[in-house]
C-alpha cells in the first residue's frame, strides 16, 4: 500500500493526531516541537503539512517543501502562508474556516454584553476592589438598540441571529451576498455604509485584505453616533488602532470590546490605557470544543488531500471565486468525491469522464468537470494529477471530458451526475447538497438511493430474491465488520442496489465470501 506523509508543524488536538496515527495509509510525522530550521528538513518528503500561527509558510518553507501537494491551515486565518508563493510551486492551501465558528459568535455576544453592561469593571470593584457600589455600574439595555453587521459570513450572520434574539434591530453591510440571505432572517440589508456608521453597536467580521484593512478609521468614526459601541473578535487592523483610542478618549466611542490587535502579543498596547474597553488575548478560537473541531477537521482535509480524493476549502483554485456564488464551491468539493468513488467503482481503463448539472449549478459545470476529473483520475495518476494538469493528463491518455448543462430537475434545486465510462462500462452517480452542506447521492447505475457520500462502503448489486440482506449483514458480522447505515434500493428488472457505510475496513477476503454469495451481481468496494 502507497503511503502519503503528512507532518504536523504545530500543536493540534489530540483527536486530530490520532484519525492520523490510524489511517493505515497515512506516515504521520509529528513535528510540533521541533525547531523551524530542523523543520525544513522534514518537509522535504512530505506530502501534505498542518501549520497553525507558529509556522511561517515562507519563501524558504516553500523551497524545501519540494514533494507537497497542499498546506493545511489548521485555523481561518492564513496570514502567515505565502498563498502566491505556493501557487506558483502548485502546491494548494486549505484552511478549516467553520471549525472556530460558533466559539468566535458565542465571544462576540460575551464582549457586546460586557460593554453594555460593563461586568468587567463592575466585577474588579466587587472582586478585588471589594467594593460594593451598584450606582456606579448602570448600563444599557441591547433591546431595541440598532445593530450594525459588516460581513454577513458564518461568523458574522450567526452573531445577528443571536442578536435578533436580544431583540435587536440589525441591519447588515456585506457586498458579496445576496440581499435575501439578509432579508430572509427579518432583517435590513444595506449597500450604503453609512447606514451602517449610524447603528448603536457596530460588529466587524470580515477578512483582512486591502479592502477591508482600516476599514473604520477617523472619518468614519466622526460620521457615527456620540456614544456608539464597537466590537472586533475577527482581525486586527480592522478598524485603525489609533483612531480607535482617539474615539475612546473624546468619549465619541462609549465603549468597544476588543479581541484582536495589529501586534500580537499587545501587552504594551496604548488601549490597554482606557477604562472604557473591554478586552481578551485572541480568544476568538479559544473553546475546547473550538480545538476539537479545527484538529479533526484539520486532519480529515489533510487526509483527503494526500490521497487526491478532495481539498476542501482550498484558498487558490484555478478558479476565480469573486465570480461565483458561495453555494457552489461544495459542489466542487462534492464532485470530486463523486468521481474517486466512481473510479473505485468501475476499475478499469478509463476512457471518458461525463458530468452534467441541473438548476442553478448548471451555470458552473465547466469548472465542475475540472474537480471531477481530478478525482476520477487520482486512481489511476496519483499524485500528478491536479487542477491545472487535468485536461492536459485526460488529452494524453485518450480520455474525453465532457460537460453539459440541462433543464431544471423537478425534484431537487441543484443535482449534478457523473458518468464514468471505463473499458469494462459505465458507472453513474447523480447527487446533491442538502442544507447545511450535507453531500448526499441520490442515484447510483439507475437506481434511486439516498446515501451519505462519506466514510467506507460496500456496494453490493444482487437479484432481488429473500434472504440477501441477513446474508450480508453475517457476513459483515463474522468479520467484525460494524455496519454504520444500510441503504437498499431496487429496479424494474428485479435487481437491488445495497449501498452499506461500515466503521472499519473491510478485507479482500470478506470482499470475496460477499461475492460467492448467490444472489450477488457485482460487489465493490470504496473509501472516501
Known amino acids: 500500500m502507497q503511503k502519503h506523509t ?5 500543536h493540534i488536538h489530540e483527536a486530530g493526531l490520532e484519525m492520523l496515527r490510524n489511517d493505515e495509509s497515512i506516515n504521520f510525522v509529528m513535528a510540533a516541537d521541533v525547531d523551524k530550521v530542523s523543520l525544513l528538513d522534514i518537509i522535504a518528503t512530505a506530502d501534505v503539512a498542518i501549520t497553525r500561527s507558529s509556522t511561517d509558510v515562507d519563501d524558504k518553507f516553500i523551497a524545501h517543501a519540494t514533494n507537497m501537494k497542499a498546506i493545511v491551515r489548521a485555523g481561518v486565518g492564513v496570514d502567515n502562508v505565502d498563498i502566491d508563493g505556493c501557487s506558483k510551486e502548485g502546491i494548494i492551501v486549505m484552511n478549516v474556516p467553520t471549525a472556530n465558528t460558533i466559539a468566535a459568535v458565542e465571544l462576540t455576544m460575551a464582549h457586546m454584553l460586557s460593554c453594555m453592561r460593563m461586568f468587567p469593571y463592575s466585577h474588579d470593584h466587587l472582586k478585588n476592589q471589594r467594593i460594593w457600589k451598584r450606582e456606579k455600574w448602570y448600563g444599557h439595555e441591547m433591546k431595541g ?31 458579496y451576498i445576496n440581499a435575501s440571505k439578509v432579508t430572509d432572517l427579518d432583517m435590513v440589508y444595506t449597500k ?9 453597536i457596530i460588529t466587524i467580521h470580515t477578512p483582512k485584505n486591502q479592502e477591508t484593512l482600516n476599514m473604520i478609521n477617523e472619518a468614519e468614526i466622526a460620521k457615527m453616533k456620540d456614544g456608539v459601541v464597537l466590537i472586533n473578535c475577527a482581525r486586527g487592523g480592522l478598524y ?28 504594551d498596547n496604548p488601549l490597554l490605557d482606557l477604562d472604557n474597553i473591554c478586552v481578551s488575548p485572541h480568544l476568538g478560537a479559544n473553546t475546547f470544543e473550538s480545538q476539537y473541531n479545527i484538529g479533526v477537521q484539520a486532519a480529515q482535509q489533510a487526509i483527503e ?12 483554485l484555478p478558479i476565480d471565486e469573486s465570480k461565483i456564488p458561495l453555494f457552489v464551491k461544495p459542489f466542487l468539493e462534492m ?14 481503463q478509463l476512457l471518458s469522464i461525463k458530468v452534467s448539472g441541473q438548476g442553478e449549478i448548471a451555470e458552473y459545470v465547466g469548472s465542475l468537470s475540472t474537480f471531477v476529473a481530478v478525482g476520477a483520475m487520482s486512481q489511476s495518476s496519483g499524485d500528478t494529477i491536479n487542477y491545472v494538469n487535468a485536461e492536459f493528463i485526460a488529452q494524453e491518455k485518450g480520455i474525453k471530458i465532457e460537460s453539459k448543462a440541462l433543464s431544471d430537475s423537478s425534484v431537487y434545486k441543484n443535482l449534478i451526475t457523473v458518468k464514468l465510462t471505463t473499458a469494462k462500462g459505465t458507472t453513474s452517480i447523480s447527487a446533491t447538497i442538502f442544507d447545511d452542506n450535507v453531500f448526499r447521492i441520490v442515484e447510483i447505475d439507475g437506481f434511486d438511493i439516498e446515501v451519505a457520500l462519506k466514510g ?3 456496494l453490493f448489486k444482487n437479484s432481488d430474491v429473500p434472504g440477501v440482506i441477513g446474508s450480508i449483514g453475517t457476513i459483515l458480522g ?3 465488520v460494524n455496519i454504520a447505515d444500510f441503504s437498499l434500493a431496487r429496479n424494474n428488472q428485479s435487481q437491488a442496489l445495497a449501498v452499506i457505510l461500515v466503521d472499519n475496513v473491510v478485507s479482500e477476503a470478506t470482499l470475496n465470501e460477499l461475492s460467492k454469495l448467490e444472489a450477488c451481481l457485482s460487489v465493490n468496494y470504496a473509501r472516501l
Open 192 to 200: 450604503n455604509f453609512e447606514d451602517i456608521l449610524a447603528c448603536d
Open 305 to 316: 488531500a494526500a490521497k487526491s480524493i478532495a481539498f476542501p476549502h482550498a484558498m487558490n
Open 6 to 10: 503528512i507532518v504536523v508543524c504545530d
Open 240 to 267: 485603525n488602532e489609533e483612531a480607535l483610542y482617539n474615539g475612546l478618549k473624546s468619549g465619541k466611542i462609549r465603549f468597544a470590546g476588543i479581541d484582536v490587535f495589529n501586534k500580537e502579543p499587545a501587552t
Open 456 to 458: 467506507d462502503m460496500v
Open 478 to 480: 463474522k468479520n467484525n
Open 335 to 348: 464532485g470530486q468525491k463523486i468521481g474517486f468513488l466512481a473510479s473505485q467503482m468501475n476499475k478499469s
Open 145 to 175: 438598540k440598532k445593530l450594525g453587521v459588516i460581513g454577513f459570513g458564518n461568523i458574522g450572520s450567526r452573531v445577528a441571529i443571536r442578536s435578533k434574539a436580544f431583540e435587536m434591530d440589525v441591519i447588515a453591510y456585506d457586498p
